[in-house]
């Protein structure tokens, strides 16, 4: 997850900061620490450090660190070779590079 400039609607969850809620964020939602809840976003990028326990719905994901739980991915869902996905997954688009894990049910929107 490389260093980007923030938007005011964007909401950034820090390594070290735990989360636990409800979030809906109209930008981008960017998980270094860990978040426990349901988390409703745009664009969802999880740090090699962040970890996401819970219900996520977002159109673009990008995982370096941990998701779990039950995922919807209207768009690209991107698993990078240090992320794991663990859950119920539904998405439209799919890229795991080596090394990137996945365990669970998937399956796809467009079917």
């Not at 909401?11 to 270094?32: D, K, Q």
């Not at 620490?33 to 990008?62: C, H, M, P």
């Not at 990078?80 to 890229?95: A, E, F, P």
């Amino acid at each position: 997850m490389e260093d980007k400039n923030y938007a005011p609607n964007d909401l950034i969850i820090n390594e070290g900061v735990s989360f636990v809620g409800t979030a809906h964020v109209s930008g981008c939602a960017r998980v270094n620490g860990s978040f426990a809840g349901e988390l409703t976003t745009e664009t969802l990028e999880i740090g090699q450090t962040g970890q996401i326990n819970g219900r996520v719905r977002a159109k673009e994901i990008d995982v370096s660190g941990v998701l779990m739980d039950d995922v919807v991915c209207q768009g690209l869902l991107q698993i990078r070779n240090t992320g794991t996905v663990n859950g119920k997954l539904t998405y439209s688009d799919l890229d795991i590079e080596r090394g990137g894990r996945f365990e669970g049910d998937i399956s796809n929107k467009n079917k």
